[in-house]
């Protein structure tokens, strides 16, 4: 695992921006890690992305940094992940406070919606966010 970045979310967790190798291939991964004395390590939330996937989100995100203030509950866009599954960037409000949700969401005869992989970032940390994700496709690309 080459960690590009991290993004402190409270005192125990953290959300990390890394690029891994899995059979061979490489891909860029955004997972949140907890610290405590029963575990420490990666949770299951969290999105892997292709070079295709990293460019796009970075489009997305770059497009909220010329906002000022609080911006509107509102879906950003959307990275298509293969068929039937899309990464979905949503800015949303939970106990009044703003953040970026960039979560897995899928669409199959058996159900159409959001599923447990993915993250929710603060939103005072979408300008790091685009600059590790750039960071995460250089490392991409020169493999």
């Not at 004395?37 to 292709?50: F, I, M, N, R, W």
């Not at 703003?98 to 199959?108: H, S």
Request: charged fraction near 30%.
């Amino acid at each position: 695992m080459d960690i590009v970045g991290k993004v402190e979310l409270n005192d125990s967790s953290q959300c990390v921006f890394y690029v891994e190798e899995f059979k061979g291939k490489r891909f860029g991964s955004i997972r949140k890690f907890v610290e405590s004395e029963a575990y420490s390590g990666p949770t299951k939330s969290g999105v892997v992305l292709s070079t295709d996937g990293i460019d796009e989100l970075v489009v997305l995100l770059s497009g909220l940094l010329k906002q000022t203030g609080k911006m509107e509950d509102k879906e950003v866009g959307r990275v298509q992940v293969q068929d039937g599954k899309f990464i979905a960037v949503n800015i949303t409000t939970y106990k009044e406070e703003q953040g970026l949700d960039i979560r897995e969401y899928v669409d199959t005869e058996d159900y159409s919606g959001p599923t447990k992989k993915g993250v929710r970032l603060p939103v005072e940390a979408i300008k790091d966010s685009v600059g590790y994700l750039k960071t995460m496709k250089e490392k991409l690309v020169k493999a």
